[in-house]
Nanobody, 126 residues
C-alpha cells in the first residue's frame, strides 16, 4: 500500500539546521511531484517547498526561500528538506505529499496532492 513516512523532526535551537526525510513506497515515486507542507498550532496548513516529478523545478514559499532546500533521490524513493537558519516561526508539523505528475501550476496547492504522510514535529526554541 502507499506509504509516505517522514523522519528527522525534533527540537532545534533557533539558527540551527535540520534535515527532514520522507521515504515513499507503494507507488511510482519518479512519476510524482513531491512537496512539503507544514501546519502550526491554530493555523492552516501551508505550502513550504516542492520538487517536480522529473526534478527540474523547485518552488519555495517566500518565508523559507534561501533557507530551505528540497531535493529528491529517485533511487531511494526519498525526498528531503534541508532546513537552515531555523526560526521559532518555523515550528510546525511538517508533512510530505505526492502529486502525480504535478506541474508548476499545481505543485504549491495541497488539494492537488494525492498522498500524504503522517507528519513530523519540528520545534524551534528561541
Amino acid at each position: 500500500q502507499v506509504q509516505l513516512v517522514e523522519s528527522g523532526g525534533g527540537l532545534v535551537h533557533a539558527g540551527g539546521s535540520r534535515t527532514l526525510s520522507c521515504a515513499a513506497s507503494g507507488f511510482s515515486f519518479r512519476e510524482y511531484t513531491m512537496g512539503w507542507f507544514r501546519q502550526a498550532p491554530g493555523k492552516e496548513r501551508e505550502f513550504v517547498a516542492a520538487i517536480n516529478w522529473f526534478g527540474g523545478t523547485t518552488l519555495y514559499a517566500t518565508s523559507v526561500k534561501g533557507r530551505f532546500t528540497i531535493s529528491r533521490d529517485n533511487a531511494k524513493n526519498t525526498v528531503y528538506l534541508q532546513m537552515n537558519s531555523l526560526k521559532p516561526e518555523d515550528t510546525a508539523v511538517y508533512y510530505c505529499a505526492a502529486d502525480f505528475r504535478g506541474t508548476i501550476v499545481t505543485m504549491t496547492s495541497s488539494p492537488h496532492f494525492d498522498y500524504w504522510g503522517q507528519g513530523t514535529q519540528v520545534t524551534i526554541s528561541s
